[in-house]
């Protein structure tokens, strides 16, 4: 499968309101997904569903992160559990000229499947240099090596993407059109997720100096562009 | 029950990993709530979990957000159903001297409660106001008003909060004591989110300026801090 096909479409992933905003296509999917970092998984647990916030990483259509509350019941779980991963980009507010017309703009993604642990110890070492990599490239290499003990320490859940959906808002107000003519201010105002100076450590050892490959993150450049950069990186280094 | 008193804590919203990073205090959880407009909300429809990113608002100790997928399920629960609201804002990449203590600064907040349609029509044209209020000041005043037909288009979700969780790293890089001699640079990559110019609606009306109430929203100003001063201004007109 390439990044140029679409995921099926299904129930659980049609998108219900406003379909117009929507795509199954894998490359509107993934574009969403590689310009975050945090994501938001939903499990259920004894028919409580939790939304957890956690870091995730895509490689192909298989989505990885850390364990969470879920790692317990996972355990007893060989075949692992439904769960929904969505990252959710805030890109403007929109103010229109009725309260109904309000909106904001937005770009997310529902990915659909069966979260399980990963036990193979190969594999759970790999993930882990991948969680590395695919947001700082390279820089494994340049790190202390990973404990026997840190990898029993950690647990990786992988889900391969069954179904997702796209769904995105990129445009100005969207008023009725006899509102247009009411003397009410509208507009969008911009909403974007930047970077910062780095803050070095202050025990760092004297004369280190900061890697070149994170000049992918400048001061004041966008997250998203920097997290894209970083998964085109690990996907052809 | 005050700002000032904290949730119960039980099985449901204990803090399992990182224990000393939570806090059930209400004010630390609506602190969290209150810098952010999206959230997500994890739902269960039939087995399948959904975590569904939407805009919410906090009254008091209840939630409110638009109804979604979940909308055509309550209409036939009408004790409602288990849900989980989460705000997570990310606040700065945490790059130590080894890939296990690599990290995040956050802040996030889970809310555990019932969700429940917004059935009354008084209820809910309170909360259409509410919504436009809570985010920009003073505005559903200035707007066309709200017909008939779309208060019946639209679906309001609220959902007491029974129990909750705030949880909050903000810190730099926490290397193991002896990495810290390693000539490997380490340090913290801040992340903040940021508003734009207003992006003024092309059909405006001649000669509308920009209300004064929207000054919350200032060119380079934090969307954290400026939904805190919308939040306080609703609670405190």
Not at 66 to 86: D, I
Not at 114 to 131: F, G, N, S, W
Not at 181 to 207: N, Q, S, Y
């Amino acid at each position: 499968m390439t990044a140029d096909t679409a995921y099926p479409v299904t129930p659980r992933n049609r998108v219900k309101r406003l379909h117009e905003r929507a795509s199954y296509d894998r490359a509107a999917v993934h574009a969403v997904l590689d310009a975050a970092m945090l994501c938001h998984v939903a499990y259920v647990i004894d028919g409580q569903p939790y939304a957890t916030p956690t870091l995730f990483w895509r490689r192909g259509d298989t989505l990885y992160w850390h364990g969470s509350s879920a790692s317990r019941m996972l355990r007893h779980l060989k075949a692992g559990t439904p769960a929904c991963l969505t990252v959710a980009h805030l890109d403007g507010l929109v103010l229109a000229r009725s309260g109904f017309n309000h909106s904001a703009n937005y770009r997310s993604a529902m990915c659909f499947g069966t979260a399980r642990l990963v036990e193979d110890p190969e594999e759970k070492i790999e993930a882990m240099r991948d969680v590395v990599d695919r947001f700082y490239p390279g820089r494994s290499a340049l790190l202390r090596p990973l404990t026997t003990q840190e990898a029993k320490a950690t647990t990786i859940i992988e889900m391969p993407i069954e179904e997702a959906a796209a769904k995105v808002r990129a445009k100005g107000v969207g008023d009725d059109e006899d509102d247009f003519a009411l003397p009410i201010w509208a507009g969008v105002i911009p909403v974007t997720t930047v970077l910062g100076a780095a803050e070095t450590c202050p025990r760092l050892v004297d004369g280190v100096g900061k890697p070149q490959t994170l000049s992918i993150f400048p001061e004041g450049g966008r997250l998203d562009a920097a997290l894209r950069e970083g998964q085109r990186l690990y996907e052809e280094p």
